[in-house]
Nanobody, 123 residues
């Protein structure tokens, strides 16, 4: 079955960096775009970034452009999210998900989700 497992979350100070990983299994990894979303307490889930199947096209939410970088290693079935210049407002649970088609920034267009990893940025 399809599984996505995130890791790399933790506690970091304002201005710090973290790298999240998402390992996928149960399907042909290189066939699908993968996205990252996040959800802060009391807020709706927000699109963070996406990367197409070959890794040549990246998408970013406005709030993370210039600070976050998404990448993938198809040989390792892994997606990465490098997060720099972190801010307290980046605090959230971060999820990776498999895109099934439609709009890249639309969570309803993703069919499989990981369990999430917590990122906390202290001020």
């Amino acid at each position: 079955q399809v599984q996505l497992v995130e890791s790399g979350g933790g506690l970091v100070q304002d201005g710090g960096s973290l790298r999240l990983s998402c390992v996928a299994s149960g399907y042909t990894f290189s066939d699908k775009l993968i996205g990252w979303f996040r959800q802060a307490p009391g807020k709706e889930r927000e699109f963070v970034a996406g990367i197409n199947s070959g890794g040549g096209r990246e998408y970013y939410g406005d709030s993370v452009k210039g600070r976050f970088t998404i990448s993938r290693d198809n040989a390792k079935n892994t997606i990465y999210l490098q997060m720099n210049s972190l801010k307290p407002e980046d605090t959230a649970v971060y999820y990776c998900a498999r895109f099934r088609g439609g709009r890249v920034n639309y969570e309803q267009d993703y069919d499989y989700w990981g369990q999430g990893t917590q990122v906390t940025v202290s001020s």
